[in-house]
């Protein structure tokens, strides 16, 4: 088989996104872009080396474990080369350059950033050796290897953008949803961090019978209002019946911040992923801008937070040869 030389060099970006959006646990996410323009997502850079090597910077690095054996891009790096080399393919080495601008620990898909600009960025430098499918799951492979399960609901709106609905077969991992263009999502992180694994570990194991009655039509009726275009039908069943009665202990100041933003007329409020992150989801900008405002006073716990109104991202991470 023809080995593809690597040659230019590589940029590529991967949006925040918010896990779960409350009534999808594990099966819905979306990917953030925020209105100011700014770029709230990890960004790496890959160029042609002797060997492999990894250098990390940006707002986060410093919170990163120091040997870059246990960055999760190196194990992206590896794996990208074992699955090209079982296709026939030997690769050239290159150098990665990780720009870590995503709070670990967020609640914001930040190891999933991390693993879908890495893996995009590889597969534009390389060539596109591989496609959506066989990228998503590889995706999923390397996020589960970090938060001790296998679930896409970070990479999958990170890479693909929009708002996505799991799908899991071989051949559609991921089905992208319609989405209403005129919606706010505020999203604060309060600057602690809560371990993805460690709010896994704190859920039952097995969920009521009226709560699985709840959650499946929750989203089948969500879905449905997607569909027929109906925001109030959509809005209501924005409900989190699963993570968030055990989680919300993990977030100070949680309860409060759901109070005010309902009060001020928010359409949906709940935990980004396992926080904590919080969102609030408005349909007009100038209540968006007065929930922002509050929560940057209040939930927000020290000099890490930060929030930001945000729209879907509808182009998910982008990897273009430079
Ligand atoms: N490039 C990377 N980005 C983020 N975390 C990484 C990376 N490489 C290694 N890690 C490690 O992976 C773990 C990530 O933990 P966790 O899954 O809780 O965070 P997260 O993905 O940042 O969470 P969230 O999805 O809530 O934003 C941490 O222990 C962190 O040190
Ligand atoms: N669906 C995952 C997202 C983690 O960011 C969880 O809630 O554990």
């Excluded at 967020?106 to 496609?131: C, H, I, K, R």
């Excluded at 990228?135 to 609901?153: F, K, P, R, T, W």
């Excluded at 409060?256 to 928010?266: K, L, S, T, V, Y």
């Amino acid at each position: 088989m023809d080995t593809p030389m690597p040659n230019a060099p590589v940029q590529a970006y991967a949006p925040a996104s918010i896990g779960n959006v409350s009534l999808g646990f594990d099966l819905l996410g979306a990917a953030l872009k925020p209105v100011d323009g700014s770029r709230l997502g990890d960004e790496v850079k890959i160029h042609p080396a002797g060997a492999f090597s990894l250098e990390v910077k940006g707002t986060f690095a410093h919170k990163l474990p120091a040997d870059s054996e246990e960055n999760i891009l190196t194990q992206c790096y590896r794996h990208y080369h074992n699955q090209a080399e079982q296709q026939g393919h030997q690769l050239e080495p290159c150098a990665m350059l990780l720009y870590k601008n995503l709070p670990i620990g967020s609640g914001l898909g930040s190891s999933a950033s991390s693993v879908v600009a890495a893996l995009d960025g590889l597969n534009t430098f390389y060539g596109e050796l591989f496609d959506q499918q066989r990228m998503l799951l590889m995706m999923g492979e390397l996020e589960g290897q970090i938060s001790g399960s296998v679930h896409y609901d970070n990479v999958a709106p990170c890479y693909l953008g929009g708002l996505v609905l799991m799908a899991e077969q071989a051949d559609n991992i991921a089905i992208n949803l319609p989405v209403f263009e005129d919606w706010y999502w505020v999203a604060c992180y309060s600057g602690i961090k809560v371990s993805t694994a460690e709010a896994r570990r704190i859920l039952p194991q097995q969920v009521a019978l009226k709560d699985t009655l709840t959650f499946g039509r929750q989203l089948g009726v969500f879905v449905h209002a997607l569909h027929s275009g109906d925001r109030k039908l959509a809005a209501a069943m924005m409900q989190d019946v699963i993570a968030e009665p055990y989680r919300k202990k993990l977030l100070p100041g949680f309860d409060e911040a759901r109070a005010f933003a309902i009060q001020q007329g928010a359409l949906a409020f709940g935990i980004s992923g396992s926080g904590p992150t919080v969102f609030a989801v408005c349909d007009d900008l100038a209540r968006a801008e007065k929930i922002n405002q509050w929560l940057s006073a209040h939930y927000i716990q020290n000099a890490d937070g930060f929030s930001h109104i945000c729209q879907l991202d509808p182009q998910g991470s982008t990897a273009k040869k430079v």
